[in-house]
């Protein structure tokens, strides 16, 4: 069974601040999707990874991708209010069945 | 593109009924889908893996007999939760793969069970 281990779960900032999430497994995933979810809505793709080493960036959004396609993480520059919302890691495992193993999430609560 | 469908958003019924939702793919194709259950303040589940012609595929302990999925065309899944309890209230997210080129899911908005 492959996991995906999500930290912060929690995290409170202020406006124009900057921060990271982290998602961690000790397995290769073929390819690793951040997603974020407001409240009552479903998730909203917002990049997907798939080669080992990746760097992505959209606008004040960066996203990596691990070397060993193991891990990945999304970092935020200069939060804004907007940005509230829990953000969500999944990773596909490769194979016919494409099914996401999802992290737990991580509630951002970015304050004026 | 890519815009994935869920009807009804909100349900609310009775303990010993059935509820059936339904998951569309609107300007794609797609050969499979994948229905989700998420609890307040918690990450989705996956529930089960439906693949149109075919049987779903369920994940360890979900009911099948409880939870029937039916992926009658390659952009139509339904969920039915049948004899629905207070314990199968939650927020019910399908997910669709496109049948070709991309390699990604696209989330539908949901749906709010309320088992009364």
């Known amino acids: ?112 | 593109g890519a815009v994935v469908s869920q009807h009804p958003s909100r349900v609310i019924c009775k303990s010993g009924t059935s509820v059936k939702i339904e998951c569309r793919s609107l300007d794609f194709q797609a050969t499979t889908m994948f229905w989700y259950r998420q609890f307040p303040k918690q990450s989705l589940m996956l529930m089960a893996t439906s693949n149109e012609g075919s049987k779903a595929t369920y994940e360890q302990g979900v009911e099948k007999d409880k939870f029937l999925i039916n992926h009658a065309s390659l952009t139509l899944s339904t969920l039915t939760v049948t004899s629905a309890h207070p314990e199968d209230s939650s927020f019910y997210i399908c997910s669709a793969r496109p049948e070709l080129g991309v390699d990604t899911q696209y989330f539908g908005p949901g749906t709010r069970l309320t088992v009364l």
């Open chain 1, 1 to 112: 069974t492959q996991l995906l281990e999500q930290s912060p779960q929690f995290l409170s900032i202020q406006e124009g601040e900057n921060l990271t999430v982290y998602c961690n497994s000790s397995s290769v995933f073929s390819s690793l999707q951040w997603y974020r979810q407001e409240p009552g809505e479903g998730p909203v793709l917002l990049v997907t990874v798939v080669t080992g080493g990746e760097v992505k960036k959209l606008k004040r959004l960066t996203f990596q991708f691990g070397d060993a396609r193991k891990d990945s993480s999304l970092h935020i520059t200069a939060a804004q209010t907007g940005d509230t919302g829990l953000y969500l890691c999944a990773g596909e495992g490769g194979g016919s069945n494409y099914k996401l193993t999802f992290g737990k999430g991580t509630l951002l609560t970015v304050n004026p």
